[in-house]
Nanobody, 122 residues
């Protein structure tokens, strides 16, 4: 079992910045891909950014050039630096990790964090 704990959400004015963190904890696991999704009221959950174990990244078009995802493999932590925020970025942000375990390294499991609210005022 792996737990994902997010932090860093909050209220910010348009044009401002926030940094989200997600720390993974558990036993004998490896994080393959890890990233961030978001869900605004009435909308489906959507991918924001994801980073592979090798450092390859993928971003939603709506955040390219404004958001940066990074990971600290030693501490099993992923970050999302969000700049130039606008009201359309308001959502609950969820950390997502694809994990394999030492006992069966060829099987991936998916875990979600509890979510952190990001609100951008105009």
């Amino acid at each position: 079992q792996v737990q994902l704990v997010e932090s860093g959400g909050g209220l910010v004015q348009a044009g401002g910045s926030l940094r989200l963190s997600c720390a993974a904890s558990g036993s004998s696991f490896s994080i393959n891909a890890i990233g961030w999704f978001r869900q605004a009221p009435g909308n489906q959950r959507e991918l924001v950014a994801i980073i592979s174990s090798g450092g390859s990244t993928n971003y939603a078009d709506s955040v390219k050039g404004r958001f940066t995802i990074s990971r600290d493999n030693a501490n099993n932590t992923v970050y999302l630096q969000m700049n130039s925020l606008n009201p359309e970025d308001t959502a609950v942000y969820y950390c997502n990790a694809q994990v394999s375990f030492q006992r069966n390294p060829h099987v991936n499991f998916q875990y979600w964090g509890q979510g952190t609210q990001v609100t951008v005022s105009s």
